[in-house]
């Protein structure tokens, strides 16, 4: 089994930097990381801690310096793929040290814990919202799903495989599910899919296989899927996921504020 939790769209920015001239980010994010360390006593041990992209916001070195400053907080094993804010070249240059980030291409990778096999794919095109699967990421997709016998699997990416009916968001969603679903598919048992982007929690079926989104660190979209609907973020709810890959394990959201409580029965 795995444990991990999976975190998404810090949209980290250089000090001083709001998002949207609105959001402080680097606040949000110690906050988010604070209140986590302070829980991981309730939460239990985890293998590592999964980031499915949209670390920074704006790309610079200096996002990335604080957003992994805030990550080592917690002490765990990080996994890291990007996300359509991020910037490939600084992102690597800024977690190398991680055994599974590649000098040079595209940042896929395949990492195993235990009895599973996570898969990280970079959906990431420079400059636009919109992701894709590359043919030489679904390569490296089909021969770890090759190679993974009896283990189970993760696949993570930034764009999920799935149309939340938010048209601001699904119009910069993942250009091409089928081709992803057309490598899960030669698997013979179904791969669990991770993914961020839609700030905010979202479960689906590709085929046979489930995926669900994790909440964001920073900020949320409203479930409006009206032609009109304005195309910008709410203050919350924020959060994260939780993913046990053992038999009867779950994924759940954790989120960053609770109401009051608890009160005992
Ligand atoms: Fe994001």
Not at 32 to 45: E, Q
Request: charged share 20%; proline share 6%.
């Amino acid at each position: 089994m795995a444990r991990l939790l999976h975190i998404s769209d810090l949209h980290a920015v250089a000090r001083g930097q709001l998002v949207s001239g609105r959001l402080d980010t680097g606040h949000l994010l110690h906050e988010a990381i604070t209140t986590l360390c302070a829980r991981m006593d309730a939460i239990g041990p985890v293998d590592a801690v999964l980031v499915t992209g949209d670390i920074s916001d704006d790309g610079s070195a200096e996002s990335y310096a604080i957003a992994q400053r805030e990550l080592e907080r917690l002490g765990e094993r990080l996994l890291v793929i990007p996300g359509n804010h991020d910037c490939r070249e600084t992102l690597r240059l800024a977690f190398s040290d991680l055994p599974e980030i590649a000098p040079r291409g595209l940042i896929d990778w395949v990492s195993d814990i235990g009895d599973t096999r996570i898969v990280g794919l970079d959906t990431l095109i420079e400059g636009q919202g919109g992701g894709t699967l590359r043919d030489e990421s679904r390569a490296l997709l089909s021969e770890a799903l090759t190679g993974a016998g009896g283990l189970q699997v993760v696949v993570a990416l930034h764009h999920p495989p799935l149309r939340t009916g938010i048209r601001f968001m699904d119009a910069i969603g993942l250009a091409n599910p089928d081709a992803l679903r057309d490598v899960l598919d030669r698997h013979d048992a179904p791969v669990r899919v991770l993914a961020g982007h839609v700030h905010g929690v979202y479960h689906g079926l590709l085929g046979r296989h489930p995926v669900v989104t994790a909440p964001a660190c920073c900020s949320a979209f409203a479930f409006d899927r009206r032609a009109d609907a304005p195309a910008g973020f709410m203050t919350g709810p924020t959060g994260c996921g939780l993913i046990d890959t053992a038999p009867g394990g779950v994924w759940t959201e954790l989120p960053f504020e609770y109401d009051e409580g608890p009160f005992i029965f």
